[in-house]
């Protein structure tokens, strides 16, 4: 056999046992999809809170706007922001936080719509995501942290009622689902404060409502 035949032999070879190689591969596992857990009930209809609240979609830095579950090594370049390559979030945390918001307010205020909606609203209140990470210490400690800076504006003056941050953390295991259970504690939590926070402002303003508008 010559050399040149020799050499289109084992192509052909190479080429037949190629796809056996590739079908033989182990298949790549899809990555574990996280949320904020079930859905939780609404607030507190004893904390009630008059007139129509527009809340719009939660703003997030660039950095943020990713499914990635975003985690920093403190021990070792703490400045680069990483991701686990086997679990994501099921959509990026501002749109989580968006649509619990919206849920969880349902219930104290007499009318939640968002921006979409078109629907006229007394208050608005802008909420901006800054913080919604995992930090390790160490390889086997680490922390969750979520901070926000939410607006409360009254729709028809324009006026800043109320401008807050509210800030939430707590340990977690040190793995993505430890993070994502952490920080939909968190979640949780801060959404509970923001509701006491804006039922208090609303009250203090004595801001009439849709309906006490549309009378005069």
């Known amino acids: 056999m010559s050399v040149r035949l ?15 190689c590739t079908i033989n591969a182990p298949a790549r596992e899809a990555p574990a999809l996280y949320d904020l857990g079930p859905r939780a009930a609404a607030g507190r209809r004893d904390r009630r809170i008059p007139g ?5 979609a939660v703003a997030s830095p660039a950095w943020l706007e990713t499914t990635g579950i975003v985690y920093r090594l403190n021990y070792d370049d703490p400045n680069r922001l990483r991701a686990y390559n ?12 968006t649509e619990e918001l919206r849920s969880r307010f349902a219930g104290p205020v007499d009318q939640v719509v968002g ?6 609203a007394d208050y608005v209140l802008r909420v901006d995501l ?19 800076r939410a607006t409360l504006v009254d729709r ?25 259970d952490a920080l939909a504690d968190c979640a949780g939590e801060m959404i509970e404060n923001m509701l006491d926070w804006v039922a208090q402002n609303l009250k203090n303003s004595g801001a009439p409502s849709t309906a006490d508008r549309s009378a005069r």
């Open 156 to 180: 028809r003056t324009r006026a800043v009622m109320a401008q807050h941050a509210f800030t939430a953390g707590r340990a977690a295991e040190p793995n993505a689902a430890g993070a994502a």
């Open 86 to 97: 086997t679990a994501r979030w099921v959509s990026t945390p501002a749109m989580l936080l």
């Open 52 to 56: 129509t609240l527009l809340i719009p």
């Open 130 to 148: 800054e913080d919604y990470t995992q930090s390790f210490d160490a390889p086997d400690r680490s922390r969750v942290a979520l901070r926000v």
């Open 6 to 20: 020799g050499i289109a032999a084992l192509g052909c070879i190479a080429a037949v046992a190629l796809p056996a």
């Open 115 to 120: 921006a979409v909606d078109g629907t006229q």
